[in-house]
């Protein structure tokens, strides 16, 4: 029941931004957009999330358009250890239960 | 250690083997989630507590999955007659109970039926 879209893959040179997108047209207004990142073999890693306004943490900053449709994690200088799956989650939240819908995620890929 | 614990984080046995697998959340968090994991796949939501209490439950849980949370901190995933599809990574996760706060998981449970 995943509600975002991904692009499955991207490249980043080291040192760069990393801008990644994410597509959520079906978002209802009390929904939060999550992101996540997945290095091989390990658990996900909680990132950052937000409602409406722009968020900003150490990590990372969240973008998302005023109509909330889309949105886009920046990393701002991107090592060889960000190379991960990056996960956009809409949060479903609902009486008895507020699970997190994971997709396939995007694949981002660190260039030295 | 404040982070979410599961063992074993490897864990190979048999067809048709009974196995379980341990969850310890955060301390003050009172929703715990299960998520089930394979090869090249995002995780995929299994089940979900809030204290001890499973609120919901996925129908990727089959009648030879069973959860408890029995006095609302650890929690324990039992999976009966291991088939060889049962091998993934298994993937738990705490939260408190606020909307709109993220949860944090564990290391994961990698499970191999042979």
């Known amino acids: 029941d995943a509600k975002t879209t991904q692009p499955p893959s991207m490249d980043c040179a080291e040192g760069r931004a990393a801008n990644l997108p994410c597509n959520h047209s079906?978002?209802?207004?009390?929904?939060?957009v999550y992101w996540y990142r997945q290095i091989h073999s390990q658990g996900p890693q909680y990132i950052i999330h937000?409602?409406?306004n722009n968020e900003t943490n150490e990590m990372a900053s969240l973008i998302i358009t005023e109509d909330r449709k889309s949105s886009t994690l920046i990393l701002p200088h991107a090592t060889l250890r960000d190379t991960a799956v990056y996960y956009c989650i809409v949060r479903v939240d609902h009486a008895g239960g507020n699970q997190f819908y994971f997709g396939t995620g995007t694949s981002l890929t660190v260039i030295p | 250690d404040t982070g979410v614990s599961q063992n074993p984080r490897h864990k190979i046995t048999k067809r048709g083997q009974n196995v379980t697998f341990r969850c310890d959340p955060i301390s003050e968090h009172n929703r715990l989630y299960w998520y089930r994991q394979t090869l090249g796949q995002g995780p995929e939501f299994l089940t979900y507590?809030?204290?001890?209490?499973?609120?919901?439950k996925s129908r990727l849980l089959s009648d030879r999955f069973s959860a408890e949370r029995p006095k609302g901190s650890f929690s324990t995933l039992e999976i009966q007659r291991t088939e060889q599809g049962d091998s993934a990574m298994y993937l738990c996760?705490?939260?408190?109970?606020?909307?709109?706060?993220?949860?944090?998981f564990g290391q994961g449970t990698r499970l191999t039926v042979v």
């Open positions: 996760a705490s939260s408190i109970n606020v909307g709109g706060t993220e949860a944090f």
């Open positions: 079906t978002i209802s207004g009390n929904e939060y």
């Open positions: 937000g409602l409406k």
């Open positions: 507590f809030q204290n001890e209490a499973q609120l919901e």
